[in-house]
């Protein structure tokens, strides 16, 4: 067998083009959505996101702005500065790019945003509503693999869904959105013994460890969907947690590492700042 593949890419630019005409349909009766991103210091890795999540901004017609802030900012200035974005009515989705410094608590920063503008779904009032099966503001990779799993006509219902990872930005999230579609889900970390034998059970295998080829193809039931959320740079060169080329030969489906599931997580936020401000505006 060899594995169909999907391009996260792809759809993302379908949805995109789908998403300018949704925005310049909203401009004709005055609403402008905007997205606010703040990054604090110059990692090149949160750079270049955040530069993506500006650049897509604008090519579907919505307004953007990027704060750049130093490294050294102060916990008390960005939670500031956060207020100050919550009671602009400009501005529809606010977002802080992780990680931020050590000296900083995410979790304060994720309360701070205003759940309405949580454009990120990390807040613990969406992230609750989620689990309670509630609409809200998705975590923007979990909803893009979703959204690619619907595209690509899988079928989710009483499927055994395996996840690797627990994080609070992928492998919780997606475990939970699964399980709203009445998958099956199993959640493996650093800490489960014998990762094999849950990983040959899955008929969806999605792989979020953050650790290069970690899964290859003699860990993949025959005919398993597999989905590589990981991004890692092995010798300067972008690499998935999952061993493309023995996993395509066992799989029926396959995200690629760049262009799977990356792409979609941009898009994902640019639906989440419309949602907010069709919310804002009761459209
Ligand atoms: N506030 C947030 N911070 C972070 C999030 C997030 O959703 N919200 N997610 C990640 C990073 N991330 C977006 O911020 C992100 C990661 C990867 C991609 C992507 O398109 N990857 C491409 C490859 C790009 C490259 O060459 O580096 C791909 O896989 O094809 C987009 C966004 C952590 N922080």
Do not use: W
């Amino acid at each position: 067998m060899t594995a169909e593949v999907i391009y996260g890419k792809q759809l993302a630019e379908d949805l995109r083009q789908e998403m300018k005409e949704e925005v310049s349909a909203l401009h004709t009766k005055d609403i402008r959505p905007k997205l606010v991103v703040v990054i604090l210091g110059e990692d090149p890795a949160s750079m270049s996101y955040v530069k993506g999540k500006q650049r897509a901004s604008e090519k579907v017609g919505m307004d953007s702005d990027l704060i750049e802030l130093p490294v050294e900012t102060s916990e008390r200035e960005l939670l500031d500065l956060i207020e100050k974005l919550n009671q602009d009515p400009t501005v529809h989705g606010i977002l802080v790019q992780l990680p931020v410094p050590d000296h900083i608590s995410d979790q304060k920063i994720i309360e701070a945003i205003h759940p309405d503008k949580d454009v990120d779904g990390f807040h613990p009032a969406n992230v609750g509503k989620m689990m309670t099966g509630q609409d809200t503001f998705f975590p923007c990779t979990p909803y893009g693999i979703l959204v690619m799993l619907k595209r690509a006509d899988i079928t989710l219902e009483g499927k055994h869904v395996v996840i690797i990872g627990r994080s609070n930005l992928v492998g919780k999230p997606v475990g939970q959105l699964l399980l709203n579609e009445n998958a099956t889900v199993t959640h493996c970390h650093s800490r489960t013994k014998d990762m094999q034998s849950h990983t040959k059970q899955a008929d969806i295998l999605i792989v979020a460890a953050g650790k290069p080829s970690l899964i290859s193809g003699e860990d993949i039931k025959e005919g398993a969907v597999v989905i590589d959320v990981g991004v890692n740079r092995v010798d300067g060169k972008l690499t998935g947690d999952v061993d493309f080329d023995s996993a395509k030969e066992v799989a029926s489906h396959i995200t690629p590492v760049p262009k799977g599931v990356g792409p979609m997580t941009i898009t994902m936020l640019l639906h989440n700042t419309i949602k907010a401000a069709k919310r804002i505006h009761n459209q």
